[in-house]
C-alpha cells in the first residue's frame, strides 16, 4: 500500500492504524438511506465522507468490496420505541401507491442526486427486503444462542441476557442502568420482557403491507437487523470498516454489534467510522425537525433560506472543508466561501496546466504532495488537505508570475498532484466543462470576436472595440487584456 | 380514457380492443435485463417499445403500474437445455468478483442506457434474486396443485401432466410433439421425467456461489419462475398487459403460462405483446451471436462497424420509425436517414414556435392530430404516427413561406400536437439544447455576431461581412439570411 491510513475507531475512541483483515482488501459497510422521502443536504454528508474514503483506499491500491444497502422495509416511524407505522408503508398509504413504487421513486432521486455530486456508486447495493431469508437465518442463529425469545409471533433481542455476558452500549458509551432509564415503556408493549429489548422479527398487524412469511408469524424484519444480515453475506462474518452518520451510534449500531457477539461469539466490525452532522442555526438538519433543505432544492436555489441554487461541487466542496468528525453548520455565506474557493483551485489547474518549465526549480513539489497525503493519511482530514492544496495554488501563481521556478520533473509531478488529489481522491470535477458540450464551439466563437476586437483596436476603432468588450461583458464573459492579446472566463 | 388503443395480442395472434381489468388503471409488466454484460442495440428495443406503451397509456389517462424486473440469478448459460453455469455466476468467476458486484455493474450501466434514450424508469424494477420467499411459495402452489415433482431437492414443471388439461405451446403455437421432437436428451439429466420439463427450483452444486436455503435444497429458483411470482406480487393473480422481446415466446412465456395455470387455475395476462428483433445483415443480433454492437459504442461512434457516434435520440428514433412487430435491420445508412429526419422535426418544432397567426386557417390540424393519435391507437403503429407527423412538418414550413395559413386556435393546438406527440409520447427530446448548459450564452454570443455583420453589411463593407460568415461556417454553424434578418443553426 502507498500510505499508512490511521482512522479514528468510535468503538476505542481513538486513532488506530489501518490494517485490512486480507492484506490488500478492505471490506466497507456503510448504512445507506431510507427511501420514503427526498434526498436532503444532511444526507449528502455520509455519502460523500465514504465516498472519499473509497477512493482513497482505491488510490491506495485495496481491492475495495464497498457494500451500502437501501432500507426499504422494517425502519418504523418511532424509532426508539419501535411503534408506529413502517415509513415506507405509510408514505405509500399517503400517496396511495404500492410500497415498491414508493421505494423506486426515491432509489432514483438518491441515484440521480448522487451521481451530481460525483459519489461512486457502491460495488453492491442491496436491499433489506431483498434479503428477508439471510434475516430469518440471522434470527435463527440468535435464538438457537439463547439470546432471543419469541412471543406472540414476535421475536426480541433479550438485551438484559446478553448484558450478563457482553457490554450492551460498548460503542455509544453508556451502560445498561442509562439504557433502562432513558427508556420509555408504552402502552401494548407488554410482550418485551423489558423496554429496551429490541425487535429481530415483528407480527405484521393486519393493515401491514410489507409482510413475509416465516416459521414465528407473517411479518416483516426489525430494522437493526438488515445490516447484519447483509454485512455477513457480502463481507463474511468479520469485515474491515463499518461506516454510517453519528446519529446511528445507538441504538442501531449498539444493537448491530449486539446481534453479531450473540449470533456468531465475536463482533463483526474492526473499525467503526461515524461522521457528525450538518446543522442549521446550530440545531441538527433531519427530516423529522422539518429543518431540511433538499439537495435538488439546493441545486435549482428553489427554497426560501437559500440565496441562490448552490452546484453539486460547491456542496461536494463545502463538505470536505470539514473534518468528518466535526459539526458542519449550513450558510449561504460558507456555500459562497466554497464556491470561490472551488474555482480558487479550478484556476489554478489551469494556470499549472500552461506553466513554463525552467531549468531549475525553487519549490518543493514532494514536500507539498507529502503534506497533502499526510493529512488523509490522518483520519482523512480533508480541509487539511485541501490547505496544503491551496499552498500548492500560490505556489502555481508565484510560477506563473515568475516570482519561482520549476523545473519539468517537478512539473509533471504537480500536474499529477493536483489531477490524481483533485479529480479523484476528492471526487471533483469542473462543472462547466464537463457539463457542456459545446464549450469548444463557444470558445471558437468568442476568441473569433476577441480578435475582432484586435483588430478593430489596431485600426483605432475604440467604438467598435468597446462594444464587444461591453457585450461580452454582459453575456457574462470577463475579458483580460495581455501580452499575447486576451484571456477570458465565465464570470462566477 | 381518450383513445381507444387497439392491441395484437400474441395469444390469440389478432388485434383486440385493449380494456383494462379495473377502469382507469393498467397493469404492465416488461421482461427486464440479465445483467452481466453490457446493454447492447437488441437490447434497446424492447425497452424503447414498452417505454412507448408506458407513455402511451399515461398520456390516454391510466393510471399505470408499470413493473419491469432485473434478471439477478438463474439464467443458466444453455437456457434450453438448462445446464451450465449460471450466467452472472460464470462472469464473477472469469471477473473475479462477487456475483452481486457483477450484477451491480451491469445495472449502472444498463441504468444510464435507459437514461440517454429517455426511457422512463419502471415503477418497480424488483430483482429475482430479492423475491426468493415469493419463488418458493409459488414452487409450493404448483406442487400441491400436482404439476410439479421433486427429484433430489430439485423441483421440476410436469410439462406432460399439465398438457393433458391444458395447452402446453398454446402461445408460440407449438403442440407438445413438437416441443418433444425439438428438445434434446442430454446426459445428466437423468432426473427429469421428460427432457422438457423445466426447472423450478434447482439444488445448487458445491461450486454454485449463488444459492438459498428451501425445503427442497440448498438452491436456487428457476429462470421463468421470477416473472410470474413477482408479477403476482406487485400486480396480482391477473393483470392487463405482459411485453417481452419475441425471442422470449418460447419457452420463457409459454412456461410463465403454465405456472400461473397449474398455481391459480388461470392465467395471469390479459394481452401479451412481443416486440421483433434487430437484425445485422440479416441475423438477429444478440450476445451469444456475437454480433452485437454496445449502447456505449453506438454512442461514442468506438466500433468497427460505425461510420460515427449516433447520439442517443438518433438511436431512439431510429427504431420508432418502424413498427414494434417488425424487424429493424441496422445499417449506417438507415441511422443517417434517421438523424436527418429528426433533425427536420425539431427544425420545424423551431419554426412552429415563430409562426405568425393570420385571421382565418387554411389547414387541418385537427384532421392531423386525430390520424397521429389514430396511428398509435392502431396496436402502436408508430412509423404511420410519424408520418403524419412529417405532413405537420410540411404544413408548418407552407405556412412558414406564406403558401398556407394558420388562425390562433389552429396555431395553439398544432404546438400541443408537437409538444405532447414528440416530446411526452414518443419521448424524443432535442439534444444539443437540453444537453448544454451554455447554449443560451453561445447564442447570446453568435447572434451578437451576426447582428455586427448586418451592420457590416449596412455599411457595405462587405470583408467583414464574409470573414464572420466564414469563420462560423469554418466552426460549424450555418446561417441562413432571412426577411426579419438571419437564423442560424448548427450543422448536422
Not at 129 to 147: A, M, P, R, T, V
Not at 341 to 363: C, F, H, Q, W, Y
Amino acid at each position: 500500500m502507498k500510505n499508512q491510513l490511521v482512522i479514528y475507531n468510535t468503538l476505542s475512541r481513538k486513532k488506530e492504524l489501518f490494517i485490512p483483515l486480507v492484506e490488500g482488501k478492505a471490506g466497507l459497510y456503510v448504512c445507506g438511506p431510507t427511501v420514503y422521502s427526498d434526498t436532503h443536504l444532511g444526507h449528502a454528508r455520509p455519502f460523500i465522507t465514504f465516498d472519499l474514503l473509497f477512493r482513497y483506499l482505491l488510490y491506495s491500491g485495496y481491492q475495495v468490496r464497498y457494500v451500502r444497502n437501501i432500507t426499504d422495509v422494517g425502519h418504523l416511524e418511532n424509532e426508539a420505541e419501535e411503534s408506529g407505522e413502517d415509513k415506507i408503508s405509510k408514505k405509500a398509504r399517503v400517496e396511495q401507491i404500492e410500497p415498491m413504487e414508493v421505494v423506486q421513486k426515491y432509489v432514483n432521486t438518491f441515484r440521480r442526486n448522487m451521481t451530481q455530486l460525483n459519489v461512486l456508486p457502491p460495488g453492491i447495493e442491496p436491499t433489506a427486503s431483498g434479503h428477508i431469508i439471510e434475516q430469518q437465518q440471522y434470527i435463527d442463529s440468535i435464538l438457537q444462542k439463547g439470546f432471543a425469545y419469541e412471543v406472540n409471533g414476535s421475536v426480541y433481542f433479550d438485551v438484559e441476557k446478553y448484558n450478563k455476558l457482553h457490554h450492551y452500549g460498548k460503542l455509544s458509551g453508556r451502560n445498561l442502568e442509562d439504557v433502562r432509564s432513558n427508556t420509555r415503556k408504552l402502552e401494548g408493549q407488554d410482550e418485551k420482557k423489558n423496554p429496551f429489548d429490541f425487535a429481530l422479527w415483528k407480527k405484521a398487524s393486519p393493515e401491514h403491507i410489507m409482510r413475509w412469511p416465516s416459521k414465528w408469524s407473517e411479518g416483516f424484519p426489525g430494522w437493526h437487523l438488515e445490516c447484519s444480515a447483509m454485512s455477513k453475506k457480502y463481507l463474511g462474518e468479520v469485515f474491515d470498516i463499518h461506516g454510517g452518520g453519528m446519529d446511528l451510534v445507538f441504538p442501531h449500531h449498539e444493537c448491530e454489534i449486539a446481534q453479531s457477539t450473540a449470533s456468531q461469539g465475536k463482533e463483526a466490525v474492526r473499525y467503526w467510522m461515524h461522521n457528525n452532522m450538518i446543522t442549521i442555526n446550530g440545531q441538527k438538519m433531519a427530516r423529522s425537525l422539518g429543518n431540511f433543505i433538499t439537495l435538488d432544492q439546493l441545486f435549482s436555489g428553489n427554497h426560501e433560506m437559500l440565496d441562490k441554487a448552490w452546484s453539486p461541487m460547491t456542496i461536494r466542496f463545502f463538505i470536505l472543508q470539514a473534518h468528518y468528525r466535526s459539526t458542519i453548520d449550513f450558510s449561504n455565506e460558507a456555500l459562497q466561501a466554497s464556491e470561490k474557493g472551488l474555482e480558487r483551485l479550478m484556476a489554478a489547474i489551469d494556470t499549472l496546466e500552461k506553466l513554463p518549465a525552467s531549468g531549475n526549480s525553487t519549490v518543493d513539489v514532494k514536500g507539498l504532495k507529502e503534506k497533502c497525503f499526510a493529512a488523509l493519511d490522518d483520519d482523512l482530514n480533508s480541509p487539511v488537505a485541501i490547505a496544503h492544496l491551496f499552498d500548492g495554488v500560490r505556489m502555481i501563481n508565484s510560477i506563473a508570475h515568475g516570482q519561482e521556478q520549476i523545473d519539468s520533473a517537478g512539473l509533471d509531478e504537480l500536474k499529477s498532484l493536483f489531477k490524481v488529489f483533485v479529480f479523484d481522491v476528492l471526487g471533483l470535477f469542473r462543472e462547466t466543462q464537463e457539463s457542456t458540450e459545446n464549450d469548444g464551439l463557444l470558445k471558437g466563437v468568442v476568441d473569433f470576436l476577441l480578435n475582432l476586437r484586435i483588430e478593430a483596436k489596431t485600426r483605432k476603432d475604440w467604438a467598435t472595440a468597446d462594444k464587444i468588450r461591453n457585450e461580452l461583458n454582459s453575456l457574462g464573459i470577463e475579458i483580460k487584456d495581455t501580452k499575447e492579446g486576451f484571456e477570458w472566463s465565465l464570470k462566477g
